[in-house]
């Protein structure tokens, strides 16, 4: 037993620390918000942890959850030019029967997309993939080719044959079509709901402010932003499917308020997205706390407990802000006075003493610089007087005032006062 006992030690040590439950709160102190959950959680405040929402998502990717995937751009974000190049690239390629650097090329321009930095031009995704077709059916390989006009359609429903191409492969392209628009539309929530303004879907701005898009099984670019600059992703969806779809950097603090309106589903993705379902969470908003976990909408509001207030001093009521003036007055001129004070007494000191010298004094030159001395320790301990005069009066004015008021003292002496009382 005494053997396992160091091994038993060593298995505690590394016991991993129980995570701390997170607080959400909107504001700067998130010392008071720990305090909040503290009272009306009935928690204690070191197994919690404040934070922002905002703070919380900062620098997170986005997230596809329940019926698809994302890709996020990895590397610097493109321009239109640059997807047009390699477009360009890929015509060319295929021009002189190149078809293996026309699918270098294609792949590229795919990359590109992925990461263009403004909204994209529509059309341009649909032309991309049935180029990639065309290099499939040029190169026998059919199945490859329909699958790519098939994504070509999902991009853009209105896409039709190029005549400055051979028709060769025009029936397999109208197959592709006609299995586009016969499978079913995946159903995908937005998180945040963002404005007709601020989204673009495969090139095409939001007819308006969406929550949901109804698009086609496959893959589709989706952008938010501004026309200037846009954060891009390229989402593939599942037929059927209801996928949720998480912009970290949409999202803002007082996206905090879904907890109280109706939109908790939206909280519940947005956090099991970030932290995983079940994790223990606080949401503080309107002054009240809510209580519930990651990934599920079901938020508790718990009974409000005010924050305790100071003791007051009976017979001197709390100062209003209007006195504060009153509180720096008091505080200077009392320190003025005090330091003034020990002057004086210091300078009178020293003048006596050289008082007590003049009789064993001979000299007349050690005589004239006693006399000097003398009469500079005197004109210190008249200045020092005076200062203990106008420092007192200053301080006593400070004092005063807010008593005249019928506001009592300021929290200088009030704080004084109740130490001195306990």
């Not at 993939?129 to 359609?153: I, N, P």
């Not at 853009?156 to 079913?184: H, I, R, V, Y």
């Not at 998180?191 to 090139?203: E, I, K, N, R």
């Amino acid at each position: 037993m005494i053997r396992l006992l160091p091994l038993l030690l060593a298995l505690l040590v590394a016991l991993p620390a129980r995570a701390a439950d997170l607080v959400l709160y909107q504001g700067s102190d998130p010392g008071a918000a720990i305090a909040q959950v503290t009272r009306e959680a009935h928690v204690d405040a070191g197994d919690l942890q404040a934070s922002t929402l905002t703070a919380l998502l900062q620098g997170r990717p986005s997230t596809l959850q329940d019926g698809g995937s994302v890709e996020v751009c990895a590397r610097e974000p493109a321009i239109k030019a640059d997807l047009a190049q390699s477009m360009s690239d890929a015509e060319s390629a295929m021009a002189y029967l190149e078809y293996d650097k026309a699918l270098k090329a294609l792949d590229e321009a795919t990359t590109v997309l992925g990461c263009l930095s403004t909204p994209a031009v529509p059309g341009d995704a649909g032309r991309l993939y049935y180029l990639r077709g065309l290099v499939y059916y040029f190169s026998k390989e059919e199945m490859a080719a329909r699958a790519a006009w098939t994504q070509a359609h999902r991009f853009d429903p209105d896409l039709t044959w190029d005549d400055n191409f051979p028709p060769d492969g025009k029936p397999l392209f109208e197959k592709a079509s006609q299995q586009a628009d016969a499978q079913q539309p995946a159903n995908l929530l937005l998180v945040p709901p963002l404005d007709a303004s601020s989204l673009w879907v495969d090139g095409r701005p939001a007819e308006a402010a969406r929550d949901h898009l109804s698009l086609l099984p496959g893959d589709h670019l989706v952008q938010y932003g501004s026309a200037e600059a846009v954060t891009t992703v390229r989402v593939a969806l599942d037929a059927g499917a209801h996928p949720t779809l998480v912009f970290p950097r949409a999202v803002t603090d007082r996206d905090l308020s879904w907890v109280s309106t109706h939109k908790e589903d939206l909280l519940a993705k947005l956090l099991g997205a970030t932290l995983g379902t079940d994790a223990p969470v606080y949401v503080i908003w309107g002054g009240r706390t809510y209580e519930g976990k990651a990934g599920s909408p079901d938020f508790v509001l718990l009974d409000h407990v005010p924050a305790p207030n100071p003791e007051p001093l009976p017979g001197i009521p709390e100062p209003p802000q209007k006195h504060s003036h009153t509180r720096i007055l008091m505080i200077t001129g009392l320190s003025v006075a005090g330091v003034a004070a020990i002057t004086s007494g210091l300078a009178y000191a020293r003048a006596q003493k050289l008082v007590d010298q003049v009789p064993d004094t001979a000299d007349m030159n050690a005589y004239d610089t006693l006399a000097t001395h003398y009469r500079n320790n005197r004109t210190v301990y008249r200045v020092a007087n005076a200062l203990v005069v106008v420092g007192g009066v200053a301080g006593a004015v400070g004092i005063y005032v807010p008593l005249a008021d019928g506001v009592g003292l300021a929290p200088g002496p009030r704080a004084l006062l109740l130490e001195i009382r306990k």
